[in-house]
């Protein structure tokens, strides 16, 4: 019929740990802890390219320092290539990740972010588009340097499963931000 099979574990500190304190206390328990860096944690990035070389990315990151998510874009530089050397960065607050998820889950027509600083003056819009055609977001980080008025911007669309797994990454980004 069946073999039932039996495994042993060896008990680690944590297992020691366990046995004189039943009830786990989740700011000293171990198995919670990242195995990540604190600092930046690993990145969802969305790539664009195209045949025509005007493609993009857009990358987003978890910096539990800076109690933020900086958001990356670089334009298309090459076939499957893209300028990271000259890319745009924004640093989202609790704020803007609110205004973008809310955006996702349909509770904002779109979201519209503005940074302002010495040096520049960046946004980034999230647009849910109706054409079944066409994909049903689409996403632009823009950037104006303040000294010279030159303006880049990466533009890329989304889909419906980029677009889940974005809402879903930022979701947790919040949780770690708030540390809950």
Known sequence: MFKRTLFFLRPTKHHASLLANPTPNPMNDTILESPLPAERSSDYAIYKPNSRGSGGVIRFGLNRAKS???????TQSGERQFDWENKITMKWGLADVGTVLATLQGRLP????????????SACEL?????????????TV?????????LRKVTIPLTHGEAAVLE??????VSQILRW
């Open 68 to 74: 933020s998510v900086f958001v990356d874009a670089a």
């Open 110 to 121: 779109q979201a519209k972010l503005f940074h302002q600083s010495e040096k520049a003056k």
């Open 127 to 139: 647009i849910p588009r109706d054409d079944p055609e066409r994909a049903p977001y689409l996403m």
């Open 142 to 150: 823009s950037r104006q340097d303040s000294a010279d008025k030159s």
């Open 168 to 173: 879903a990454a930022l979701r947790a980004a």
